[in-house]
């Protein structure tokens, strides 16, 4: 079946502006999360939904960074006034709660968005 | 703090020698450890988990509590093993993680 996806691949943007970031999770996935992916930084956690639970949001860097997923399916990254610094990879990942007693969380990855800021 | 690091950014060996891509993780619960791993213009995906006590294309870890270490290792590298590694910790009873800031393992001919 379809994995992750996200939109654009690619954005150029111009500092001060406001971008959005698509995700779309596999269908059914109950958990999706947002990093960021910087050189030399690894992964950086943003921030994840899972189900109907209020989103743990520790991870965004600033509150020109927000979040919301419409439907329990899709979600869209917002950063508000863009700055050079926000330049990275965004990653989505999505990932299955089992019913039974072991929690399926094998986090499958979208191919990401690259974010410039200029 | 809880923390993962890696601290070898790049790790080049020879095809057929062995390979351990180092982690050590700071954390005050019970970890859930992983190691992700990215190939050359592919996604970032699951290689294996601490739980399972799996052997994926030959690789293995063992969590050492003591140490606190969860080193991917094997015996003998290949070519395809050539990407970037990732070690991840999962929070006990939630979905947040932290990952360290990855290995590119080479292998050379």
């Known amino acids: 079946g379809a994995g992750v996806s996200q939109s654009p691949s690619n954005k150029v943007t111009e500092k001060g502006k406001d971008v959005e970031l698509r995700c779309d999770p596999i269908s059914g996935h109950t958990a999706l999360y947002w990093y960021r992916q910087s050189l030399g930084q690894g992964l950086e956690f943003l921030i994840y939904?899972?189900?109907?639970?209020?989103?743990?949001k520790s991870g965004l860097p600033s509150d020109r960074f927000s979040a919301e997923r419409t439907g329990g399916s899709v979600s869209t990254l917002t950063i508000q006034r863009t700055q050079q610094e926000d330049s990275a990879v965004y990653l989505c990942a999505s990932s299955l709660r089992s019913s039974g007693g072991f929690i399926t969380d094998t986090q499958y990855f979208g191919p990401g968005t690259r974010l410039t800021v200029l | 703090a809880q923390r993962v690091t890696q601290p070898e950014k790049l790790l080049s060996v020879f095809k057929g020698a062995p390979v351990e891509l180092k982690c050590n993780y700071s954390y005050s619960g019970s970890p859930e450890l992983f190691w992700y791993v990215q190939y050359s213009r592919q996604r970032l995906q699951l290689l294996l988990r601490h739980i399972s006590r799996e052997s994926i294309k030959g690789f293995t870890a063992d969590l050492n509590k003591g140490e606190t270490s969860f080193h991917l290792k094997k015996p003998f590298a290949q070519e395809e093993d050539s990407a970037m590694y990732y070690c991840a910790l999962k929070f006990t009873g939630t979905y947040k993680y932290i990952f360290g800031t990855g290995t590119r393992l080479k292998v050379l001919a």
């Open positions: 939904f899972q189900g109907n639970s209020a989103p743990d």
